[in-house]
């Protein structure tokens, strides 16, 4: 079973705007990480929050958790067209990461 | 650095045959996964290990078997493939120090089984 679910399934934006995506899960957690993944390739990391944390940013990155609704968002800032790719979030509840099905993001020029 | 390496890159096999994928890390990371990735799915945790010479069971760990005799290789193997194991394969390692931290992945290797 997946632990996580993102919101939306497929997003496509210009370049320039933002880019919001919202994963919720069901069970407790230690942590909750964001992971890129390019078209046939593998993921990568992109920031970790922790259950005791509320918001985090990295460069373009800005990441929320709410654990009171179990859910956390992903913001991409003034994206670009190297932002194309599916996005990943994945929880950890006791060392072992679960993941959504992500969500597909294509940012035209 | 090579970060995380998995062979072969691609494989078909028919049903029934068995073949082992390799992942090597040289970043001594004491924690290796292997997951398998399928069309409009996240990954799913097949195997796992904490360190040289031990292993454990993730989500879907049947019809796969695992070893790891060096603390940089982590083998995944299949031993009477089915269609149904057709998906894209991922190893990833992570440090002790950061044990609820960040996976590096490897590049993946895509297998079909007819």
């Known amino acids: 079973s997946q632990q996580g679910e993102e919101d939306p399934q497929a997003l496509s934006i210009q370049e320039g705007e933002n880019a919001t995506m919202n994963c919720s899960y069901k069970?407790?957690?230690?942590?909750l990480q964001w992971y890129r993944q390019n078209s046939g390739r593998g993921l990568v990391h992109l920031i970790l929050?922790?259950?005791?944390?509320r918001e985090k940013h990295s460069g373009r990155l800005r990441v929320t958790l709410d654990t009171s609704k179990k859910s956390s968002s992903l913001l991409i800032t003034a994206s670009r067209a190297a932002d194309t790719a599916s996005y990943f979030c994945a929880t950890d509840s006791w060392g072992k990461l679960q993941f959504g099905a992500g969500t597909q993001v294509v940012v035209t020029p | 650095n090579a970060g995380v390496t998995q062979t072969p890159k691609f494989r078909v096999l028919k049903t029934g045959q068995s073949m082992t994928l390799l992942c090597a890390q040289d970043?001594?990371?004491?924690?290796m996964y292997w997951y398998r990735q399928d069309p409009g799915m996240g990954l799913r945790l097949i195997h796992y290990?904490?360190?040289?010479?031990?292993?454990a069971k993730g989500e879907v760990p049947d019809g796969y078997n695992v070893s790891r005799l060096k603390k940089q290789n982590f083998l995944l193997g299949l031993e009477s493939a089915a269609p149904s194991q057709t998906s894209v394969y991922f190893c990833?390692?992570?440090?002790?120090?950061?044990?609820?931290?960040?996976?590096?992945f490897g590049p993946g290797t895509r297998l079909t089984v007819t």
């Open positions: 970043m001594n990371h004491e924690y």
């Open positions: 990833a390692s992570s440090s002790a120090r950061q044990a609820r931290g960040e996976q590096y």
């Open positions: 290990s904490v360190g040289e010479g031990t292993t």
């Open positions: 069970t407790s957690i230690n942590n």
């Open positions: 929050i922790r259950s005791n944390e």
